[in-house]
């Protein structure tokens, strides 16, 4: 199945460009989405850890199983933001 | 009024846009770039958002508030693109017909924004630059 991907701040400029199209195994979950985009772009592993999921534009947590024509997003975290 | 807009900002007019012949009070919040962060020189920032998920969360944070508290409008407004020193990323009006109401749910929305608005900015800096984005942990 499609699944297409939308990447955001840290992990655009990794990715490269800010969408891109991941074809999955039936029944995947995010977890297993990242591990494939992850091997693409090895450096993504230091985002890694922290990186959250949105999937329609909904959080989602990891373990979430993906259906065709989803979108997903990597959402990089915070290192700040709370002191302003 | 819930936008993304690489327009400078007004808050003048998001005050206009929720005041109501019942409101007796409307607060408001300005972010402004703050020319030091952490101990580090902010040159300027760059904001980017993902704009169809950050409009609809900004309108569950505006319910979340009509839950908590009696106000009658609530705008919030976010600026993308390359912001300089001194100028406005976020602007926020809260109208309500008594000012505790307004000031809480002014604070609440502000707070909320950057816990769950998938919106990042990047600090540059005279030495480095890093991203910043949404604290949204609670989701995990």
Known sequence: MKVRVRCFAAAREIVGSGEFIVDLPEGSTLTQLFDQVQGQFPRLQGLAGSLLFSVNREYAPSDKRLSPDDEVALIPPVSGGADV | MFDITDQPLSLERLVSVVT??????????????????????????????????????????????????????????????????????????????????????????????????????????TDGEEWIGPAACEHQ
């Open chain 2, 20 to 125: 109501r012949s019942s409101s007796g009070a409307v607060a408001s919040f300005l972010g402004v770039v703050r020319e030091q962060t952490r101990g580090r020189q902010v040159l300027y920032l760059e904001y980017e958002a993902y704009r169809e998920m950050a409009i609809p969360k900004m309108r569950e944070i505006a319910d979340e508030i009509r839950r908590k508290w009696n106000v009658d409008e609530i705008a919030m407004v976010h600026r993308i693109g390359h912001l300089e020193i001194g100028e406005a990323s976020v602007a926020i009006a809260v109208s309500a017909p008594h000012r505790h109401q307004a000031l809480a749910a002014c604070a609440y929305a502000i707070d909320r924004l950057k816990e769950t608005v998938p919106i990042w900015k990047k600090e540059v800096w």
